[in-house]
């Protein structure tokens, strides 16, 4: 009998040892799993940094890598600041009350999200949270790509400081707006009106897009953009291999952005013990992102190929393929992915060239692929998706037309407005817009200390050799 | 088109795609093959055509 207990003890004992080790493994597994979107997502920078480089003329092709580098660099210190802070203080709304899940409101904002205080703790190294650091990673990730895309609309003529208040604007506050209202699971949008946009279709790509023409317009065309006639004039960039390759780098990191929407499973945080959770708490695999993003980069492809056999707007259709889908792709069959995809990438140019007749000088169409594409998707889920329940609770409220036509609204309002009215308070105190003689000369001969392609142009440098 | 008679994520225990258990799966894969196919016709036609401008 008393070796029958020992025996069983010692059996108890292993299990519980083996039961630690699994739940230091899962802890350890579920940390690596956002640090390495991380390093996914920076890539998307090093897309967007290639890609309006090469959009932009050779007079000005280091100052736009500068303000874009510029971009992502503010973006992190005052997401840290204060941009954390608002995601989890306003998902209710103002004036910021606690939400029904326990995870929102200014008061939990204050116990988390602050550099100072209690608060403190989850700001920095602490040996007993394995999540906080690399969650708010990805997030201020996020962020930078909601800047990234608005960079490369306002290239060749905007000033610097200016640009990097609306960055900021967009990329600290705008969008993160937008993520507490439409991807907390707390968000009024979701819990008042069933809004489902998984992947940021809305709330990261339609913000940022709409963001941008509110600051085109008050920005205005490029220096010969347009003729006096109202017609426009293609701009070609210096380096269109650049521009594709970019583009092709935002494809790959594109996988970091979604693969940080999933929560894994089985941490005291995560949705389920068992299976990934989409930020909202409902059921995903990583199976339904890899079918349904490799549908949606071919659909847009094909779909923008047929109309313009363009380098550019095939890498585009790429982006809007995967932007068209990203609200469901979570719940998209793959074929029906690419059907979304495929027309995404057929009105892509069209809607692009809708801008164009309008004065509005976007110069790598960020409006049209972010913005239009952007709120294209989310209704799409609405048409398809109508009666998917949108949190994983009892009586849950349900993904539905109506609700996806209030959250694009709400988007484009949340893009739209700050990006007006910031860039027309920045215009009135003559930050907005470069001097016309630095235009015209080139913004690296004011901006930038170094030559992009120094062996090039009239001033070019003796060799020693010569 | 929540392909379960409840709308309820906990009664998920398998497909949980919009149209599972409809025959929408089976019209987008074929609408997508369909698609594929006009592309690379017209591609071709309209390739050939501008090709064609430039025989001497």
């Known amino acids: ?466 | 088109m929540f392909p379960y008679s409840e709308a309820s994520w906990s009664v998920v225990d398998g497909a949980m795609f919009i149209g599972w258990g409809t025959s929408l799966p089976g019209i987008t894969t074929f609408l997508s093959m369909l698609a594929c196919i006009a592309v690379l016709v017209i591609g071709q036609r309209s390739e050939t055509a501008k090709a064609k401008k430039f025989d001497k």
């Open chain 1, 1 to 466: 009998m008393e070796d029958q207990i020992a025996e069983l003890v010692t059996k108890v004992a292993e299990l519980e040892a083996a039961s630690g080790g699994a739940k230091v493994t899962n802890t350890v597994f579920a940390e690596t799993y956002y640090y390495l979107t991380i390093p996914l997502m920076i890539i998307i920078h090093a897309g967007f940094l290639a890609y309006e480089m090469g959009a932009s003329r050779l007079k000005n092709v280091l100052s736009s890598g500068v303000k874009n580098i510029l971009a992502f660099a503010f973006m992190i210190p005052t997401f840290y600041f204060f941009g954390w802070w608002v995601y989890f203080g306003f998902p209710t709304g103002v004036p910021g009350e606690a939400g029904p899940m326990g995870i929102s409101g200014i008061e939990y904002a204050n116990s988390i999200a602050l550099g100072w205080g209690e608060s403190a703790q989850y700001m920095g190294p602490n040996i007993a949270d394995n999540i906080s650091g690399v969650f708010f990673g990805a997030f201020a990730l996020f962020a930078c790509t909601t800047a990234s895309i608005m960079s490369g609309a306002v290239i060749e003529r905007i000033q610097t400081i200016g640009f990097i208040i609306l960055a900021v604007v967009l990329g600290s506050f705008a969008w993160v707006v937008a993520a507490a209202w439409g991807w907390h699971a707390d968000g009024w949008l979701v819990t008042q009106w069933g809004v489902h946009d998984f992947g940021a279709a809305g709330l990261v790509h339609a913000v940022a897009g709409f963001f941008a023409l509110g600051v085109l317009i008050n920005l205005g065309p490029r220096i010969g953009k347009f003729n006096a006639d109202g017609t426009s004039n293609h701009i070609p960039g210096h380096n269109m291999p650049l521009t594709v390759v970019g583009l092709m780098l935002i494809i790959v990191g594109f996988w970091g952005f979604l693969m940080a929407c999933v929560v894994p499973p089985g941490e005291a945080w995560s949705w389920f013990p068992d299976k990934f959770a989409t930020i909202y708490g409902t059921p995903i695999t990583l199976g339904s992102l890899s079918f349904n993003i490799l549908m949606g980069v071919a659909g847009g492809i094909i779909g923008s190929w047929l109309f313009t056999r363009d380098p550019f707007w095939m890498m585009s259709g790429a982006l809007a393929g995967i932007i068209s889908t990203a609200s469901g792709l979570d719940i998209y069959y793959p074929a029906h992915a690419f059907l979304i995809a495929l027309s995404a990438g057929l009105i892509l140019k069209p809607c692009a060239d809708f801008l164009d007749k309008r004065g509005i000088d976007d110069a790598v169409g960020a409006v049209t692929v972010h913005g239009t594409i952007g709120l294209y998707g989310v209704i799409m889920l609405g048409v398809w998706g109508a009666g998917f329940p949108a949190l994983a609770i009892e009586n849950a409220p349900t993904v539905s037309l109506m609700g996806q036509i209030v959250g694009a609204i709400v988007f484009f309002l949340l893009g739209f407005v700050p990006g007006y009215v910031v860039s027309l308070i920045l215009k009135m105190c003559g930050m907005l817009r470069i001097r016309e003689g630095a235009e015209i000369a080139g913004m690296d001969a004011v901006k930038v200390p170094a030559a992009g392609y120094p062996e090039w142009g009239g001033d070019a440098p003796i060799t020693p050799a010569e």
